[in-house]
């Protein structure tokens, strides 16, 4: 246990200085920098002041230069100041990271209760009208786009019906005591988490079925049966904790893609998340607060990964630490 | 100008009162607009219209140009030139302070002037200014190189670049990178109480405010939506009050405005008026002929343009400046109405014959900063291939149509849009004259194009005082812009502020998405 533990820790620093150097190389081929995109929003013209800004900015500098400095600052904790925020770069991130990650999560439990119930439910009943329903629900929100899903939720529960907020994290102006802000916050997230929780439960229930089908047929289930076992006890107990272990692989690779997925949501619900940075940060040029969303998110989603292989060994302790 | 002295003169009084029955104080107004969230509150050199939106209702100028282009006053109570208009006398209105407490003396309009306005925010357009001189605790005399005219000045003071930002807390600092940008201390109505990135931005009532009994508003706050579909909901559900610059898709206006719980207003631009203009690369040998450009010109539909694209909500300009600019704006200039035979025509005679299915290649670059201009880019596509030239789009996005257009030079003819303010210099004139090429500034003479015709017209506009002929003058300008056609509007883009119709007396100014607010209500 340890071991991993260890193992993981020392592989994420080469994963962050590539995820460093290949980023900071794309964006220095795309045509455009955040040296013009802000002076143009300034409309800045004076040659003299461009310099200067130029000098500020760091711009003046040729690229390896500014590469070495800033993976250095990296070694030393500091993501670097953004100018075009006028804030630190970490400063920035840590307002906006928090609500990201309360999206994810409730969106990876809202993934799991729906889509690992829903399978369990279509391999029980399989080939029934059940399984059907099932199956066309996981197709349909596999397919609908999740800005689509999010703005056709807002439309119904929160236009039309008035159950939900259209949009934020919290009731602007008015100052709750600490238990209902929690309340509050749930109530803005069901709907965005719901829209951005559906797209994943899509793939777990359509995974969680097969697999099932599959565990359900091995021998030690039948003999489980004839041990004379009740059938949900047999469900739950021998065939839903093996048919979890491709959950948790997959579960593991789709942190990564929910980040990005969260990126579509927050834009939808204006969730204050750093979707949104990141997007203007792209948009912009600015790569320090591209970096630094990146240089996160890839810590955040390693530590992710390392905690689904400590589940792993929960799950099946076949499956040896090496 | 006479009028607009005569508003300084008469005071702040009954300048803009619509007829709406006596405000009410109290509520809380939500806002947003049509675009992002700003990248700092205040972002001292500009930094577009989502910084100006949030930092105006924090930061005042000395004067505001009303919706019937008038200056009336704020921060100034007066604002006189001298005889010879080198000179112009400044005198505050007393008791006015900040946030924190201060009060407002003409030691921190000396620091504005010098250390603000001419060399960060308004940049080329006060170059003439010389000294600024606080004669007693609230008069200021500036001094300029030149004779500046009085509307050009009163422009600039009230512009963008005009508002004024406290000397005890920007002295000795870097004023662009100063950290307290992003909770601004002002002069205005509101106070920020708490920025949440990502979301909103809230702004408490400044009881001290100068102005007694306003603002109206308990509350102010302005959040942000990346999707226009998203701010439609909101509006539905209650959440929105008012949204300025485009803030729903154009289809759901009419929907929101059917229920008559909502208006559609369009008052409110008219100092800021949006153009999606048409820019020739002049540094191209076929693009460098008048000719070539005028049928290239003949060969658009702007009419098609306003109706499809912009659903109506535009209109195909003609000259220059803008149709709102009810100042300057004149009909006599050259027209380049739709006519396909006409273009082709100029196209044969400039030499450039139909050979083998195209008279030439060019690259046509269309800056993807609107969702308007991919439309329009695959329009002009058409169009020109209509009078068989081939033509080569690019949509690259903000950063990359920013470098192509006005650091590299690189196209033919691009699609690029500006917002002009009632006084056409600069930001109109700069598009024109040799002294706008600026390699790698944005939003100037990016074609090359230099006439020492107009050069000179525009310097004789720069220091003409009287206005009747400086009015003429600009009309002299306007012709030779429409008939050389370096670069054109194509349309005049009309914004449009979506509210709720219990806000009450928003709109009545000449840009009122950079107005303090403090005289909207809500009769609820």
């Known amino acids: 246990m340890r071991r991993i533990i260890i193992r993981r820790l020392v592989q994420i620093i080469p994963l962050i200085f590539a995820v460093i150097v290949m980023n900071f190389v794309l964006i220095h081929l795309a045509p455009g920098s955040l040296f013009d995109v802000m002076t143009s929003e300034q409309q800045i013209t004076d040659p003299k002041m461009l310099d200067q800004l130029r000098h500020t900015y760091g711009v003046d500098q040729p690229v390896s230069v500014q590469l070495a400095k800033y993976i250095w600052s990296v070694m030393r904790l500091d993501l670097g100041y953004s100018y075009r925020q006028n804030a630190p770069v970490f400063d920035v991130i840590m307002q906006q990271l928090p609500a990201t990650l309360i999206l994810m999560l409730a969106a990876i439990g809202i993934a799991l209760l729906v889509g690992v119930t829903a399978g369990v439910l279509a391999s029980i009943k399989v080939n029934t009208i059940w399984d059907n329903l099932i199956s066309l629900g996981a197709v349909f929100f596999f397919a609908a786009p999740s800005f689509w899903l999010g703005i056709m939720m807002t439309v119904m529960f929160a236009v039309k019906l008035g159950w939900f907020p259209v949009g934020g994290m919290r009731t602007i102006g008015v100052d709750e005591s600490a238990i209902g802000a929690v309340l509050d916050v749930m109530h803005h997230l069901v709907l965005p988490a719901t829209a951005l929780g559906l797209f994943y439960a899509a793939t777990f229930a359509r995974v969680m079925r097969a697999s099932m089908l599959e565990v359900a047929r091995l021998d030690f289930v039948r003999t489980a049966r004839a041990k004379g076992l009740s059938g949900g006890r047999v469900v739950l107990a021998h065939v839903m904790r093996n048919a979890m272990l491709p959950i948790v692989t997959l579960l593991g690779l789709q942190l990564g893609t929910m980040l990005g997925g969260s990126v579509v949501i927050e834009a ?8 949104s940075l990141l997007f203007d940060s792209v948009m912009s040029r600015n790569f320090p607060m591209v970096l630094g969303v990146l240089v996160l998110g890839s810590l955040l989603v390693a530590v992710c990964n390392a905690t689904v292989d400590l589940l792993y060994l929960r799950l099946d302790p076949r499956i040896k630490a090496r | 100008m006479t009028t ?85 006398t400044i005198k505050l209105r007393p008791n006015v302070t900040w946030h924190d407490g201060k009060p407002l003396t003409s030691d921190d309009l000396v620091f504005n002037a010098i250390q603000y306005w001419k060399p960060i925010s308004a940049g080329v357009t006060l170059d003439a200014l010389q000294t600024a001189e606080a004669v007693d605790p609230l008069t200021v005399v500036l001094k300029f190189k030149v004779p500046v005219p009085e509307f050009f000045l009163k422009s600039v003071l009230a512009g963008k670049a005009g508002l004024v930002i406290p000397k005890h807390i920007y002295d000795g600092s870097n004023i662009i990178t100063n950290p307290i940008n ?85 008052k409110g631009y008219s100092n800021s008026a949006w153009i999606t203009s048409v820019e020739f690369n002049q540094r191209r040998e076929i693009f460098k002929k008048r000719e070539v450009r005028q049928a290239l010109l003949h060969a658009i539909d702007r009419g098609f343009i306003a109706d499809t694209v912009f659903f109506g909500r535009a209109r ?36 450039y014959p139909v050979k083998s299915g195209s008279r030439f290649k060019m690259s046509l670059v269309s800056a993807g900063w609107f969702e308007e201009n991919v439309k329009i880019g695959q329009y002009l596509k058409q169009a020109f291939e209509d009078v068989d030239i081939t033509v080569d789009l690019a949509i690259p996005d903000r950063a990359t149509s920013l470098k192509r257009i006005y650091t590299d030079y690189d196209y033919d003819v691009a699609v690029s849009n500006n917002s002009a303010s009632i006084e056409p210099i600069p930001q109109t004139t700069q598009y024109y004259t040799t002294d706008g090429i600026v390699k790698g500034a944005a939003f100037r003479n990016a074609t090359g194009y230099s006439n020492p015709k107009m050069d000179e017209t525009v310097s004789k506009m720069a220091i003409e005082t009287d206005e009747k002929k400086r009015v003429s003058l600009v009309h002299e300008f306007d012709k030779l812009a429409a008939s050389d056609a370096p670069v054109l509007p194509m349309v005049d883009l009309e914004p449009v502020t979506i509210a709720r119709s219990d806000v009450r007396d928003h709109s009545l100014t000449a840009d009122f998405m950079g107005e303090s607010w403090a005289e909207v209500w809500l009769d609820r």
Do not use: C, M
């Not at chain 2, 920025?195 to 400044?206: F, I, K, L, M, Q």
């Not at chain 2, 300009?317 to 082709?344: C, E, M, R, W």
């Open chain 1, 268 to 275: 939808v619900f204006s969730w204050p998340g750093i979707g």
């Open chain 2, 4 to 88: 607009a002295g005569a508003a300084l003169a008469s005071g702040f009084a009954g300048s803009s009162k619509a007829a709406t029955g006596a405000p009410k104080r109290g509520g809380t107004l939500v806002g947003t607009w049509g675009g992002f969230e700003p990248q700092s509150l205040f972002v001292p050199a500009g930094g577009g219209s989502s910084p100006y939106f949030t930092s105006t209702k924090v930061f005042e100028r000395l004067i505001r140009l009303t919706a019937d282009l008038k200056f009336e006053p704020v921060l100034a109570l007066g604002i006189e030139p001298a005889e010879d208009f080198r000179s112009y």
């Open chain 2, 182 to 266: 992003n909770t601004p201390i002002g002069t205005g109505p509101f106070k920020v109480k708490e920025w949440v990135r990502g979301s909103h931005v809230e702004y408490a009532r400044n009881d001290n405010y100068w102005n007694a009994g306003k603002p109206y508003l308990d509350k102010l706050v302005i959040r942000w939506w990346r999707d226009p579909a998203s701010r439609s909901a909101a509006f539905e559900a209650g959440q929105l009050d008012i949204g300025t610059f485009n803030p729903i898709p154009a289809p759901d206006i009419a929907r929101l405005t059917a229920t008559k719980k909502f208006v559609a207003e369009t």
């Open chain 2, 316 to 351: 195909p300009s003609l000259g220059a400046l803008h149709f709102s600019n009810s100042i300057f704006f004149t009909k006599d200039v050259q027209d380049y109405p739709f006519d396909v035979k006409k273009a082709a025509a100029l196209l044969d005679a400039a030499g």
